[in-house]
């Protein structure tokens, strides 16, 4: 059993952030290594039973390997919902950008018609005119 892949005792433990298991994907790539590397540290720790000797014994057996199933079944939820949180900070993300790129859009189609508007009237004096980008970044 190699060392360097057994699963740590307690979920304490096993969930430490510097822990690259539990680190969160960034990409689908990332999240099915993460499940890969997660089922070898499972796997390096194989269950092996007793025999029994009584009805006791066996359910001793059964809630053993449940803890394990559900240690694994854990593990891989952190695991999913972090990169669902991450899916969902993305999401809000883009959103704020695109209401950012609609405003700007909004306001360049404003100076635009005002540009327009401003070389119909015949003007007396010259002024230093602006670029429609100079306008948006002074407002």
């Known amino acids: 059993m190699s060392t360097a892949i057994a699963r740590p005792v307690t979920p304490e433990t096993r969930r430490q952030e510097d822990d690259i298991i539990f680190s969160t994907p960034t990409t689908g790539a ?16 194989p269950w092996e039973p007793s025999t ?7 359910e001793q057996q059964i809630i053993e390997l449940k803890k394990r199933r559900d240690g694994f079944f854990d593990d891989l939820c952190v695991i ?4 669902g949180k991450r899916m969902d900070d993305q999401q809000a993300q883009i959103k704020e950008q695109q209401q950012i790129r609609d405003r700007l859009l909004a306001e360049l189609a404003d100076l635009e018609d005002e540009s327009e508007q401003t070389d ?11 670029s429609v980008y100079e306008r948006i970044l002074l407002h």
């Open 30 to 45: 990332d999240l099915e290594l993460r499940m890969v590397l997660l089922i070898q540290r499972h796997d390096a720790d």
């Open 52 to 58: 029994p000797k009584c009805s006791a014994d066996i």
């Open 80 to 83: 999913m919902r972090k990169a």
């Open 120 to 130: 119909h009237v015949e003007e007396t004096e010259p002024v230093q005119s602006l």
